[in-house]
C-alpha cells in the first residue's frame, strides 16, 4: 500500500497537487484549441492577422496555467509558515502545553504571550490558546477571551465576537469590576457600531468602586490598577474607532 508520502518521506501537499491537476486540464484544452485553428490558419490566409493572434493568447493562457502549477512545490518543506516549530513564531508546543494555568496565560513574559509578541504570530498563538483549552478542558473565563484577542488582532473578526459573547455574565449578573460592559464596548467596537461602544463606554465609566476593591497580582501582591478596569483601552476603542483592533489596542489604549 502507497504510504502517501514520496521516496524521500516528504509530506505531499495536497494544494500543489490539486493546483497542476488543474492547470494540467486547462493548459491541455488550450493547446488542443490551438491546434484546432492552426489548419484554419494555413487553408485561409486572409483571416490569419485575427487567427495568429487568438493562437498566440490561447498559447499564452496556457504558458501561463502551467507557469502557476510550478509555485508550489510538490511536498511541503519544513520551515514553512504553518510549521510552528520553527520561524520567528516558533515555540516548544509540548512545553508550552504542560505548563499551569497561571504561567500559561497570567504571565507577561511567557506562556502564549511569548508567541504573541509577534504581530504575525497573533493566529498561531491563538490556535496555541485553544489547544491549551481543549487539552486541560479549561472554563476559565479569560483564557477564552484572550482567545478571542488573538484572533481579533489577527482579522478573524467573527470568531473573536463569538468567543468574547460566550464570556459574557448572565445579565444581571455582571461582575463588581463590570466585565460585561468592557465585553460590550469590545464587541460594539468590532461590530463598528460607535453608539452602543460610547453606551458600553459610559456605563462602564460610571461604575462605582468597591470599597473592598483591592488589585493583586497573580502571587497575591498588591498592585496599582486604574478603575476601572479596562476603561483606557474602552477609551482607546472610541478614539481609534476607525482604525483595526490590533492598532486602537496597541496604540490607542496607552497600556
Known amino acids: 500500500m502507497e504510504s502517501g508520502y514520496p521516496d524521500d518521506g ?38 490569419s492577422r485575427n487567427g495568429i493572434l487568438h493562437l498566440r493568447l490561447t498559447l499564452l493562457i496556457a504558458a501561463l496555467m502551467l507557469a502557476s502549477a510550478s509555485v508550489l512545490p510538490d511536498t511541503a518543506k519544513s520551515g514553512e509558515a504553518d ?19 497561571n504561567a500559561f496565560d497570567q504571565g507577561f513574559d511567557g506562556g502564549w504571550r511569548a508567541v504573541a509578541k509577534d504581530e504575525d504570530c497573533t493566529l498561531i498563538a491563538a490556535d496555541l490558546i485553544r489547544e491549551y483549552i481543549d487539552r486541560h478542558e479549561s472554563d476559565e473565563t479569560i483564557i477564552v477571551f484572550h482567545e478571542g484577542q488573538m484572533r481579533a488582532k489577527g482579522g478573524q473578526t467573527a470568531r473573536a465576537i463569538e468567543l468574547m459573547l460566550s464570556t459574557r455574565e448572565p445579565d444581571g449578573q455582571n461582575s463588581y469590576f463590570g466585565w460585561n460592559f468592557y465585553i460590550d464596548a469590545t464587541i460594539a467596537f468590532l461590530e463598528k457600531d460607535k453608539q452602543r461602544l ?16 483591592r488589585a493583586v497580582d497573580r502571587d497575591g501582591k498588591p498592585v496599582e490598577m486604574q478603575w476601572p478596569p479596562n476603561m483606557s483601552v474602552v477609551n482607546g476603542f472610541v478614539d481609534c474607532f476607525e482604525e483595526s483592533y490590533a492598532v486602537a489596542y496597541r496604540e490607542c489604549s496607552g497600556l
Open 10 to 47: 516528504s509530506p505531499i501537499n495536497p494544494l500543489a497537487i490539486y493546483r497542476k491537476l488543474v492547470a494540467g486540464v486547462f493548459a491541455k484544452a488550450a493547446i488542443s484549441e490551438s491546434l484546432r485553428y492552426l489548419p484554419l490558419l494555413v487553408s485561409n490566409p486572409g483571416c
Open 83 to 101: 510549521n510552528p516549530s520553527t520561524g520567528k513564531c516558533a515555540f516548544d508546543r509540548e512545553a508550552m502545553l504542560t505548563l499551569d494555568f
Open 198 to 213: 460610547i453606551e458600553a463606554r459610559d456605563a462602564l465609566a460610571a461604575l462605582p468602586k468597591p470599597g473592598s476593591f
